[in-house]
Structures are given as C-alpha cells and as structure tokens.
C-alpha cells in the first residue's frame, strides 16, 4: 500500500508538471506562450496537492498511533482536492489558453485547443491517490511503528547519569558510556 501512495502520488506530481491543454494560433503556441512566462497549460494547484500527498506518505513512515492516522486523512483529503481540480481545471485552462493565443496572436480566432493526454494520467493517478490514502486510514493502526530509540531525548533523565562535563570525562576515563 506504501508503494501505490508514494507512486500515485509521484504520478499525480509528474502528470501536473505536464501541459495539460494544447493549441495553436497561427504561429503561437501554447509553448511558445509558455517561454514567453504565460503558462496557462500546467496547474501549480495540481502540483502543490500532489506533493502534500507525497509528504503525507513519508511521514506516515516515521509516524506513530493518532499522529499517523491524522496525516492519512489529510493525505485523503489532498487526493480529493487533487481529483477535483483535475475534474474541473481543464475547462478554464482551456479558456485561459484561447484568450492568451488571441492576446498574443492579436487575430480574431484561435486555430485549435485540445486536452493532452496528461489529464487522463493525473485522472488516474487522482483515483489511485484517493484509493490509497483512504484505505491507509482504515489499516494504518494495525501498521508496525519505528522503535522508539529513534525518539528525541525525553525530558526525564535516567538514574546514574552524570551531572556535569567533569563528571562525563571522568567516566569516560573509567570506560562507561555515560551516554547510554
């Protein structure tokens, strides 16, 4: 399951760094808009959701008990948002690209606009993302946690420690770890 998120995820990230429409207005396109810096083919929103799901699925690795499941259920919620603007974002995209062909065309009519085939790649990876992640909310309790000697130092300090840096030097000395 950890390895459809993280893939999903990578796939929704890739196909949003993708042109997700295409066209042409006599000798404009848009990529050519594009090196102009008037991207109106990509959506950043779709990227910027991918990525939240990818983190999502590293911290679930390094994670424990409510924490995790918290992060799974934000990791779902990212996916949906993800599927949404996958849903709805061609259309404007669509606009968006005739209305800049004909700003920098300056002609009265755009040749063609069409969805590229990226947008079936995020729509999938969209469906994968929400599979995932909601499905990790309902097993992620029953998922093995890292050992808690990974853990930050607690505030309590064990019995026999040393007190100060002429006592740490003097049990090295007599070969303890005062470490340990």
Same mark, same amino acid.
């Given at each position: 399951?950890?390895?459809?998120?993280?893939?999903?995820?990578?796939?929704?990230?890739?196909?949003? !760094?993708?042109?997700?429409?295409?066209?042409? !207005?006599?000798? %404009?396109?848009?990529?050519?808009?594009?090196?102009?810096?008037?991207?109106?083919?990509?959506?950043?929103?779709?990227? !910027?959701?991918? $990525? %939240?799901?990818? &983190?999502?699925?590293?911290?679930?690795?390094?994670?424990?008990?409510?924490?995790?499941?918290?992060?799974?259920?934000?990791?779902?919620?990212?996916?949906?948002?993800?599927?949404?603007?996958? &849903?709805?974002? @061609?259309?404007?995209? $669509?606009?968006?690209?005739?209305?800049?062909? $004909?700003?920098?065309?300056?002609?009265? =009519?755009?040749?063609?606009?069409?969805?590229?085939?990226?947008?079936?790649?995020?729509?999938?990876?969209?469906? *994968?993302?929400?599979?995932? !992640?909601?499905?990790?909310?309902?097993?992620? +309790?029953?998922?093995?946690?890292?050992?808690?000697?990974? =853990?930050? @130092?607690?505030? &309590?300090?064990?019995?026999?420690? %040393?007190?100060?840096?002429?006592?740490?030097?003097?049990?090295?000395?007599?070969?303890?770890? +005062?470490? *340990?």
């Amino acid at each position: 399951m950890l390895a459809l998120g993280l893939g999903s995820a990578g796939l929704g990230a890739w196909a949003a !760094s993708k042109p997700w429409v295409s066209g042409r !207005s006599g000798a %404009v396109t848009g990529e050519s808009l594009a090196e102009m810096g008037t991207d109106v083919t990509r959506s950043p929103f779709a990227m !910027s959701l991918a $990525l %939240v799901v990818l &983190a999502c699925w590293a911290v679930v690795l390094v994670t424990r008990e409510w924490f995790r499941r918290l992060v799974t259920v934000l990791a779902t919620v990212a996916s949906i948002g993800y599927a949404l603007v996958v &849903a709805l974002e @061609p259309r404007n995209m $669509l606009d968006g690209l005739s209305g800049a062909l $004909l700003g920098a065309h300056g002609a009265e =009519d755009v040749a063609s606009t069409d969805l590229t085939g990226w947008v079936v790649v995020a729509g999938v990876a969209a469906v *994968a993302m929400i599979a995932t !992640s909601a499905a990790a909310v309902l097993v992620v +309790p029953r998922w093995p946690e890292m050992g808690t000697r990974y =853990d930050a @130092p607690g505030g &309590a300090r064990p019995t026999g420690e %040393v007190e100060n840096n002429l006592d740490m030097w003097k049990a090295l000395d007599e070969g303890h770890d +005062p470490t *340990a």
